[in-house]
């Protein structure tokens, strides 16, 4: 997984490294995925923090989210149901059957039925029913369930993140063709680890988390919609999430969250 790295420290813009790892790195470190009945311990939190250049150590979830990578757990479940399809498409459905064989196939088919059911049982579809269009739907029902169940039990970000439904970010991923700092400062305001006063507050780097407009916390949502002091910033750009460059623009006129 340290592959990555160089290519980042070289420049190379955020969907280039994206696509580094997703297409080249994962496949490697998640070779044999479907197959693999244990929880790995991979993480790749390091990884997108450097990928998206946020300065601080937001949510691990919160990262997944924002660069449009699903956490491993859901990479595996895709896999599984990615290779049950091939079976499917392929008539090798009858590798099902208990057709006396060897050992070893003997072993590899019980391992697929015990996928098929697992896999099905968590998607509600059946092997047949697989389609790229379908598999991709599900991993995304998975994922914003996931999300919200953390979201109920208190595992909240601190920024306008939790405003922003998965689906959102789904259809209007965040342009990770512009700079690192602009992606970057854009990820500090959406999951609120940022250089705003009430995060820094929160990690006692400041003696009060009230904005310099002096009306109430400054927070990702106070700094981007309501400030009186950048006012003039927000009706030149008129930021809005749905208008990713938009944010951009207003980030880079005020410089507040600019390293």
């Given amino acids: 997984m340290n592959m990555l790295k160089p290519f980042?420290?070289?420049g190379l813009s955020p969907d280039i490294s994206k696509k580094i790892l997703t297409q080249v790195i994962m496949p490697k470190a998640l070779y044999g995925a479907s197959l693999w009945d244990y929880k790995t311990t991979i993480s790749l939190h390091t990884y997108i923090k450097l990928l998206l250049g946020a300065h601080y150590n937001p949510p691990t979830e919160s990262l997944h989210l924002l660069a449009n990578i699903p956490p491993v757990n859901l990479v595996?479940?895709?896999e599984r149901l990615q290779l049950i399809r091939g079976l499917v498409k392929t008539d090798n459905v009858s590798m099902l059957s208990d057709t006396p064989r060897s050992a070893i196939t003997l072993k590899f088919m019980s391992d697929i039925k015990k996928l098929v059911h697992r896999t099905?049982?968590?998607?509600?579809?059946?092997?047949?029913d697989l389609t790229r269009h379908k598999i991709t739907n599900c991993i995304q029902k998975e994922w914003t369930r996931q999300w919200n169940a953390q979201l109920a039990n208190?595992?909240?970000?601190y920024g306008i993140l939790p405003v922003l439904e998965p689906e959102h970010l789904f259809h209007q991923p965040l342009p990770?063709?512009?700079?690192?700092?602009?992606?970057?400062?854009?990820?500090d305001l959406l999951t609120g680890h940022s250089r705003l006063l009430s995060f820094q507050y929160r990690i006692n780097l400041t003696y009060t988390p009230v904005c310099t407009c002096l009306i109430e916390e400054e927070t990702a949502y106070h700094y981007m919609y309501l400030c009186a002091d950048y006012d003039a910033?927000?009706?030149?750009?008129?930021?809005?999430?749905?208008?990713?460059?938009?944010?951009?623009?207003?980030?880079n006129l005020t410089r507040r969250l600019m390293f």
Avoid at 120 to 126: A, G, N, P
Avoid at 233 to 251: C, Y
Wanted: hydrophobic residues 35%; aromatic residues 8%; positive net charge.
């Fill in 8 to 10: 980042i420290y070289a």
């Fill in 154 to 157: 208190g595992m909240c970000p």
């Fill in 176 to 187: 990770l063709n512009n700079r690192r700092k602009d992606v970057g400062a854009l990820c």
């Fill in 76 to 78: 595996y479940t895709k």
């Fill in 120 to 128: 099905t049982k968590l998607t509600d579809l059946r092997p047949v």
């Fill in 233 to 251: 910033a927000r009706a030149h750009t008129n930021p809005s999430t749905d208008n990713w460059e938009s944010v951009i623009s207003f980030l």
